[in-house]
């Protein structure tokens, strides 16, 4: 079956515009998480969901960053004036429920800003 | 706090010669404990996990891992390298009924003819 689909692959954009990234979680898996990998940080927790509410959201690094997710499916990261720190590759996974299931990673976005 | 710690931030083997990945954890409440791969360009991929029971854990590729919880490690091994098995290595690991994953700083395995 289909795995974790992430859109754009690589967005590049200029510094303090707004952009939003999109997972597509494996179909049947009720919850999905959000990282990000940078060169400096490693990989980090960014935001988990379970359904369609976000009981951790610890690792958002600012309040320029939020995450929905629509229908127990589809979420999208949006990152409004985004600043060169920003730049990294943002990970989405899912799994089917329970603590300890296998996390299933997409492919990535890369996300250069100017 | 959860943490995990990844001793050695490259590692370089000769083909065919034993594999060896260390990971110690911190972790206030029994952790569950991950082994994922990352290939250049690609996500990544679960090698194995530990959850409960026993604690040497066999995963794909001939990778295996034990859990000593007197030591806080939980180090990867494989007897004999393949060159396709270099790429990097992240350790994580979860506290217990909580399923953010909390990584190691990875280390990246190179392998020589």
């Keep these: ?32 998480y959000w990282y990000r990998q940078s060169l400096g940080q ?30 127990g499916s589809v979420s999208t990261l949006t990152i409004q004036r985004t600043q060169q720190e920003d730049s990294a590759v943002y990970l989405c996974a899912s799994s089917l429920a329970a603590s300890g299931d296998e996390q299933y990673f997409g492919p990535g976005t890369r996300l250069t800003v100017t | 706090a959860q943490s995990v710690t990844q001793l ?35 996500g990544l991929q679960l090698l194995l996990k530990y959850t409960t029971g026993a604690t040497l854990v066999k995963g794909i590729n001939g990778f295996e891992a034990e859990f000593k919880k007197s030591e806080t490690s939980f180090h990867l091994t494989k007897p004999s390298a393949h060159m396709s098995d270099a790429a990097e ?25």
């Design chain 1, 42 to 71: 490693g990989l980090e927790f960014l935001i988990y969901f379970q359904g369609n509410s976000a009981p951790d959201k610890s690792g958002l690094p600012s309040d320029r960053f939020s995450a929905e997710r629509t229908g």
């Design chain 1, 1 to 32: 079956g289909a795995g974790v689909s992430q859109s754009p692959s690589n967005k590049v954009t200029e510094k303090g515009k707004d952009v939003e990234l999109r997972c597509d979680p494996i179909s049947g898996h009720t919850a999905l």
């Design chain 2, 8 to 42: 050695g931030s490259h590692v370089s083997v000769s083909e065919g010669a034993l594999v060896l990945l260390r990971c110690n954890y911190s972790s206030s409440v029994p952790p569950y404990l991950f082994w994922y791969v990352q290939y250049p360009n690609q």
């Design chain 2, 89 to 113: 290595y992240f350790c994580a690991v979860t506290p217990g009924g909580y399923n953010k994953l909390i990584f190691g700083a990875g280390t990246r395995l190179a392998v020589h003819p």
